[in-house]
C-alpha cells in the first residue's frame, strides 16, 4: 500500500524522486501518472492502473458520465519512466493541471498516491479537520 506523506522539492523542470517506500511498490521502473480529482495528480503502478482503467471499462460507452470519466482520465494518463536514482518527469500538461511549481507533496492513498500542490493539500487537510468537508471541493 502507498502510504505516508512526503514534501519533495523539484530536482529539475518537472522533475521529483519517488520516495523509496513508493518505488517499493512498483513492479518495475516505470509508473502510470493521470489526472485526479481536487487537481491533484494520480500515480499508479502500472498493474495498478491498468485495475482501475479496466473498472472504468466495465461501464457503458452509451452512458455519458462514464464516457466522460473516461476522457477525463485517459486523456491525461501517460507512463513514465524512473531513472536508476527513483527520478522521474511529471508531463508539462499534468504539471499546468495541477499547478506545480517548485514543490511537490506525495500523499499515499492505499493502491495509489497522489501529487499535490503544497498550498492546495494544507487547504485540503485544513477544511477536511474541521469539519467542513462539503467545502473542499
Known amino acids: 500500500m502507498f502510504l505516508g506523506e512526503y514534501h519533495i522539492k523539484f530536482t529539475g ?19 502510470v501518472l493521470s489526472r485526479g480529482f481536487e487537481w491533484c495528480i494520480w500515480g499508479f503502478p502500472v498493474s495498478g492502473w491498468e485495475k482501475e482503467a479496466g473498472k472504468q471499462m466495465e461501464v457503458s460507452a452509451t452512458e455519458r458520465e462514464a464516457r466522460d470519466l473516461r476522457r477525463y482520465l485517459f486523456s491525461a494518463a501517460e507512463e513514465v519512466g524512473l531513472d536508476s536514482q527513483g527520478r522521474f518527469v511529471i508531463p508539462k500538461p499534468l504539471l499546468l493541471y495541477a499547478k506545480l511549481q517548485d514543490e511537490v507533496v506525495l500523499v499515499g492513498t492505499g493502491d495509489h498516491f497522489e ?23
Open 13 to 31: 523542470q518537472g522533475r521529483i524522486v519517488l520516495p523509496k517506500k513508493f518505488r517499493q511498490k512498483l513492479e518495475g521502473n516505470s509508473l
Open 115 to 137: 501529487v499535490w500542490d503544497p498550498g492546495s493539500w494544507k487547504k485540503l487537510v485544513d477544511t477536511f479537520a474541521k469539519g467542513e468537508k462539503d467545502d473542499i471541493h
